[in-house]
């Protein structure tokens, strides 16, 4: 079974500083979906930024982009120029080839301060 | 365009009682899934659907819940009877299948079992 795994439970950045985000995961899938989805006190979840597998380049959405290590499953997000509506919990998520269930991680808490 | 709608947004019923938590996917959208969030477990996918039929009910923790699909755009998670393990926030989300896998969320209906 697939597991995500987030080691950071909380972090905290300066605004318009950088942070990254940890993930890694376990599976056995050579192709599968990995995600960023974020969760502000509103409590909507808001996909951040996906990445399949098979593609080997590193998405980017705007300030947000990751760092995908397809051999040690690793998946982390980077935060560019933080803002203070970044602040929020972060889940890293993954989805095999087959079916649709998404797995999450614990969840980081980021806050971020002016 | 509505995103998933879910209702009621809070809820707050005794030990015992029936609840019954609904979902409207997003227009066009054939499969939907229903989470659980709480502090100890963390995000948890309960059951999801293809095209109103449940494929994966392997999350729903116990007889006492039960999902139905009736039609494409509606959806119901009843709990009878309802205890107090039972507070959460209970996410719906909808997507769709053989798409690029995104799933949107509705906002949650806070469940609070005194």
């Known amino acids: ?114 | 365009d509505a995103g998933v709608i879910q209702s009621p947004r809070h809820e707050v019923t005794e030990m015992g009682q029936e609840v019954t938590l609904r979902c409207k996917p997003i227009s066009g959208h054939n499969s939907l899934f229903w989470y659980r969030q709480t502090m100890m477990r963390g995000l948890e996918l309960l059951i999801y659907f293809n095209n109103n039929v449940p494929i994966d009910d392997s999350g729903m923790p116990e007889d006492r819940f039960s999902a139905k699909m009736p039609n494409a755009s509606f959806s119901t998670l009843k709990i009878q009877p309802s205890e107090p393990r039972d507070s959460a926030v209970y996410f719906c989300a909808s997507s769709l299948w053989g798409d690029t896998y995104e799933q949107y969320f509705g906002p949650g209906t806070r469940l609070t079992v005194t």
């Not at chain 1, 942070?19 to 808001?46: A, G």
């Open chain 1, 1 to 114: 079974a697939q597991t995500v795994t987030q080691s950071q439970p909380e972090m905290s950045v300066q605004e318009a500083e950088t942070v990254t985000l940890s993930c890694t995961y376990d599976t056995s899938e050579s192709n599968y979906y990995l995600f960023w989805y974020k969760q502000p006190p509103s409590r909507q979840m808001i996909l951040v930024i996906r990445q399949e597998a098979y593609k080997q380049q590193n998405a980017t959405e705007n300030r947000f982009s990751v760092n995908f290590q397809k051999a040690a499953k690793s998946f982390s997000l980077k935060i560019s120029d933080s803002q203070l509506g970044d602040t929020a919990m972060y889940f890293c998520a993954h989805r095999g080839e087959y079916g649709n269930k998404l797995v999450f991680g614990a969840g980081t808490i980021l806050r971020v301060k002016s």
